[in-house]
């Protein structure tokens, strides 16, 4: 997986616009903040099921209600497309907790 820089980078930002690009840290991030602690802990293993299929882990955080998702590639040394496609399938899940 090589990392998106330029042009293909800026193209595969504007396919999730809810996400936050870190320039410094090469990343995405989104806050997620869910009606009680159940939602969000159901939205977080959906989360982690499709993690463990994709071999691919996001690094977040979570406080009762809300959580913190950050996408990055490791490996490549800053944002995939990869990275971009767990993105949206996350935003399907978590519905309009993401807005």
Same mark, same amino acid.
């Given at each position: ?27 995405? %991030? ?8 159940? %939602? ?11 993690? %463990?299929?994709? $071999?691919?882990?996001? %690094?977040?955080? $979570? ?5 913190? @998702? ?13 990275? @971009? ?15």
């Amino acid at each position: 997986m090589q990392k998106l820089e330029g042009p293909s980078l800026q193209q595969q930002l504007a396919r999730v616009p809810g996400w936050r690009f870190d320039e410094d840290a090469l990343c995405i %991030e989104r806050r997620f903040v869910f009606k009680d602690f159940n %939602e969000a802990f159901a939205f977080m293993t959906r989360v982690a099921l499709a993690a %463990e299929q994709r $071999n691919h882990h996001p %690094e977040w955080f $979570n406080v009762y209600n809300r959580v913190d @998702i950050t996408f990055t590639t490791h490996d490549a040394g800053g944002l995939t497309e990869r990275d @971009i496609d767990f993105a949206l399938w996350v935003d399907d899940v978590a519905g309009d907790a993401g807005t």
